[in-house]
């Protein structure tokens, strides 16, 4: 049976619950996958749409080694063909773990009395950036703990601290945030320090296990934290990113809830989420779960496919949280940001004594801790493109992986130079060797797909980089 016309989030929804259980459990339970339909979810995405919950049901439900590969080898085709190969890298830079909730799931909480608390000093921000900013990071996501002592205001100091911190040719471009949400007045205060991208993760969008793994604390309030995005929106901030907790729940049922989410901005803001991240939980000290709804690789890998097809124009965030082979295959599905030489105990960056992960200092145990320079490496070795691109933000373009998406030709005059210029810079400023070589190689090849006018001012460009001069971007 198909449920349709769907319920679409309308305008007058702003700021309502917008998640029925039982409407997404009936898409799953009724939603047949015949091969046939298969193929025609999978025909309709590569022409550029975006899938209906129905249809995305189709894809979570098909079973069968085949048809599964179908639908990865759908989201490799719409990757290759529509985004091209550029890969965008940032890092997290943990700024406190002092935390109010007591997420069940998370070495930070609460209740773990073995976490050790700590909140970085301004001296001790300005030594991470400046350790971060010498491995060649541009973009950082700044992450907190939900406590008092992490008001709106500190956090919009933070990140106007972080944009302000320059070393040698060193300067992050875009601040991104992860941190519990604010009403209105506090996400307009964050929002005018300058951040890239308001992220929230929702972990799971069923309310009655939502209830259990947030026993306590201000977090416990499913739908204060479900509208959270709305209130960015009011406040002036439309560059969200959404997130599930793979593992808490059925991943099928999160993977429409992100798809229910994304309806709900598109219908009453007019713009989808930028972002989409799919964590899978990972151990952490004193972690209080039964390992129910652990997501195993194979539905992982075809989970991310799916969203992929699902929502084409929307960026996809995989993290070290990830093993290296893991983050390799996931890759080819349409994977858009990806974070490299990730740390995560707070002061670690600039502290190079300590490479071991030290759990009771950590939110959670990551499994790719390869330098930047070691995953650029790879990338280049893969013939990804690496980009530290930051143009459209900081030009004003929002919504720019819809346009990458839906502006012809916009790949080819705006990503794809940018992204080879901020390589460029890599390549002249921290660049190994080895990076050196195959870095210029993998820029020649993609230089080779540009018009030939754009071609020549990104040479012209490329130049003017190696001599000396920083930042130039279309
Ligand atoms: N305190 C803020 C909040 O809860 O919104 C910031 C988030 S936390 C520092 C970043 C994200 O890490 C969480 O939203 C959660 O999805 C994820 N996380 C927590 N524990 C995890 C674990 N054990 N393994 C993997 N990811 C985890
Ligand atoms: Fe605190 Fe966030 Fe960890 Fe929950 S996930 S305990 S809110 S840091």
Redesign the pocket.
Same mark, same amino acid.
């Given at each position: 049976m198909r449920f349709s016309p769907e319920k679409l989030s309308i305008p007058d929804q702003r700021m309502k619950p917008f998640i029925d259980p039982d409407e997404i459990w009936n898409f799953i339970h009724n939603t047949s996958p015949d091969k046939i339909r298969v193929r025609e979810v999978i025909s309709k995405s590569l022409g550029k749409n975006r899938l209906t919950m129905e249809e995305t049901a189709v894809l979570v439900n098909a079973v069968g080694t085949d048809l599964v590969d179908e639908i990865r080898q759908g989201a490799r085709e719409l990757k290759e063909k529509v985004y091209g190969n550029r890969i965008v890298l940032f890092a997290p830079l943990?700024i406190g773990?002092r935390?109010t909730?007591n %997420?069940q799931? %998370?070495?930070?909480r609460v209740s773990n009395r073995e976490a050790v608390r700590k909140t970085l000093s301004d001296e001790e921000i300005i030594s991470e950036v400046e350790a971060l900013e010498d491995n060649g990071q541009k973009r950082l996501i700044l992450?907190?703990? #939900?406590h008092p002592d992490y008001s709106a205001e500190y956090i919009a100091h933070t990140v106007k601290l972080v944009y302000g911190i320059k070393k040698g040719h060193g300067e992050i471009r875009r601040v991104n945030i992860?941190?519990?949400?604010f009403d209105i007045e506090g996400f307009r205060t964050v929002g005018e320090s300058g951040i890239g991208t308001y992220q929230?993760?929702q #972990?799971t969008y069923h309310p009655e296990a939502y209830k259990w793994y947030h026993p306590s604390g201000r977090?416990k309030d499913y739908e204060w &934290?479900l509208t959270a995005l709305d209130r960015a929106q009011e406040a002036g901030i439309d560059d969200v990113g959404i997130?599930?907790?793979f593992?808490l729940y059925d991943w099928r049922f999160e993977v429409l809830g992100l798809l229910r989410h994304t309806n709900h901005l598109e219908a009453c803001y007019n713009i989808g989420p930028h972002t989409i991240?799919f964590?899978?939980?990972?151990?952490?000290l004193s972690?209080n779960l039964d390992g129910k709804y652990q997501t195993a690789d194979d539905d992982f890998k075809k989970l991310v496919a799916i969203l992929r097809l699902a929502v084409p124009y929307t960026g996809l965030i995989l993290t070290a &949280?990830e093993a290296p082979d893991v983050r390799r295959e996931v890759l080819q599905y349409g994977v858009s940001q990806i974070d490299g030489g990730t740390k995560l105990e707070l002061g670690s960056y600039s502290d190079s004594k300590n490479e071991e992960q030290n759990l009771n200092r950590e939110?959670?145990?990551i499994s790719d801790s390869r330098s930047l320079g070691e995953v650029i490496d790879e990338l280049l070795s893969n013939d990804y493109l690496p980009s530290f691109c930051t143009s459209c933000y900081r030009m004003g373009r929002t919504g720019e992986h819809f346009m990458e998406f839906s502006v012809p030709g916009f790949i080819k005059r705006f990503c794809t130079p940018n992204a080879i210029l901020t390589l460029s810079e890599y390549i002249c400023d921290y660049g190994t060797d080895e990076v050196a070589e195959k870095g210029w190689k993998v820029i020649e090849k993609n230089l080779q797909k540009l018009d030939t006018g754009i071609m020549k001012s990104t040479r012209d460009k490329i130049e003017r980089i190696r001599k000396g001069e920083r930042d130039l971007y279309f």
């Open positions: 943990y773990n935390c909730n %997420c799931y %998370c070495g930070f992450v907190y703990g #939900e992860n941190a519990a949400p929230i993760f #972990e977090k &934290r997130g599930a907790l593992g991240s964590p899978r939980i990972k151990d952490a972690l &949280r939110q959670f145990k």
